[in-house]
């Protein structure tokens, strides 16, 4: 079935520092979606990209849909405790499927 | 605006008894999907409806899983018998889209707090 590579699979990073991640496919999306999950709750949409090339800010967040249509990174600036959890990706493929494919997460750590 | 709520937010089984999960989906909104997240398998869709009709279910793993959709408020994901193996959070998704198969407000799924289960 259709993929999404999504790293990395986890992160250890210092407060203060900026992250950066990203999603692969082979495939052609439609859209792009970044997602955010704590712990015991459910994802959460971060921003979501719906053409070619755009770039999109949320806060500190940044996403860029790729000219490609395979691929997406998504940045965040200036990490602060809250932004601890796992990171999903997720595309929708070409077509009127309301299905959407997500990857398989970034976990982000923050040291202390 | 409440959300997606499911429920149980946590189940504890044993093998071989029934389990059901709950879910109620935004007011308005006419797709919803269920999903399995496991630490292996990350999130999978089981199943997804459209105006309350599925649309696609070959996520769901065995015929010991089936989900209904009796009204635009109310799903249920039944597992009978359930196994170990069937131990995961299982999400509960809807979202908006314009009847005639025009996709609107650009496919969003919004996730419910998902239901722990774990059986032993």
């Known amino acids: 079935g259709q993929q999404l590579n999504q790293s990395p699979q986890s992160m250890f990073i210092q407060e203060g520092e900026d992250v950066s991640m990203n999603c692969t496919s082979s495939?052609?999306?439609?859209?792009w979606l970044w997602y955010k999950q704590d712990p015991g709750e459910g994802p959460v949409l971060l921003i979501a990209l719906y053409k070619a090339g755009e770039l999109t800010s949320n806060g500190r967040l940044t996403a860029q849909f790729g000219i490609t249509r395979k691929d997406s990174f998504l940045n965040i600036s200036a990490s602060i405790p809250s932004d601890v959890g796992i990171y999903f990706c997720?595309?929708?493929?070409?077509?009127?499927?309301?299905?959407?494919?997500f990857g398989k997460g970034t976990r982000l750590h923050i040291l202390p | 605006d409440a959300g997606v709520i499911q429920s149980p937010r946590h189940e504890v089984t044993e093998m071989g008894q029934e389990v059901t999960l709950r879910c109620k989906p935004i007011s308005g909104h006419n797709s919803l999907f269920w999903y399995r997240q496991t630490m292996m398998r990350g999130l999978e869709l089981l199943i997804y409806?459209?105006?309350?009709?599925?649309?696609?279910d070959s996520g769901m793993p065995e015929d010991r899983f089936s989900a209904k959709m009796p009204n635009a408020s109310f799903s249920t994901l039944k597992i009978q018998p359930s196994e170990p193996r069937d131990s995961a959070v299982y999400f509960c998704?809807?979202?908006?889209?314009?009847?005639?198969?025009?996709?609107?407000?650009?496919?969003?799924?919004?996730f419910g707090a998902g239901t722990r289960l774990s059986v032993l």
């Open positions: 409806f459209n105006n309350n009709v599925p649309i696609d």
């Open positions: 998704a809807s979202s908006l889209r314009a009847s005639g198969g025009i996709l609107l407000a650009k496919n969003i799924q919004y």
């Open positions: 495939s052609i999306f439609n859209t």
């Open positions: 997720a595309g929708q493929l070409r077509g009127r499927d309301d299905k959407i494919i």
